[in-house]
Nanobody
Framework: VQLEESGGGLVQDGDSLRLTCAAS????????IGWFRQAPGKEREFVAT????????YYTNSVKGRFTISRDNAKNTVYLQMNSLKPEDTAVYYC??????????????WGQGTQVTVSS
């Protein structure tokens, strides 16, 4: 299974970014996809997840109303639209496949991450 994140970069406070997670090597629609992030010196934390069909989504409180997760099973791709970015959103963002949930243990395959930096 291979997961590849893209779309990260350096933006200003209040800007938007869209992250993409492209998957291969697994029946994409059989698995939930989660986004996590890890800031320097901190634990990797849950950001958002989407169910196999895309009907169910769940977000950590700090991103609710600003981030939107979506998926296109025909393209084996998941997106994380991030609006109103804040400096505290700065982190390496990872996508992962597994079961629908907010714990790291729910996911078994991970990408290499993409850096998001939000300057004030």
């Amino acid at each position: 299974v291979q997961l590849e994140e893209s779309g990260g970069g350096l933006v200003q406070d209040g800007d938007s970014l869209r992250l993409t997670c492209a998957a291969s090597g697994r029946t994409f629609s059989d698995y939930a996809i989660g986004w996590f992030r890890q800031a320097p010196g901190k634990e990797r934390e849950f950001v958002a997840t989407i169910s196999q069909s895309g009907i169910s989504t769940y977000y950590t409180n700090s991103v609710k109303g600003r981030f939107t997760i979506s998926r296109d099973n025909a393209k084996n791709t998941v997106y994380l639209q991030m609006n109103s970015l804040k400096p505290e959103d700065t982190a390496v963002y990872y996508c992962a496949t597994g079961k629908f949930g907010s714990s790291r243990g729910s996911y078994d395959y991970w990408g290499q991450g993409t850096q998001v930096t939000v300057s004030s």
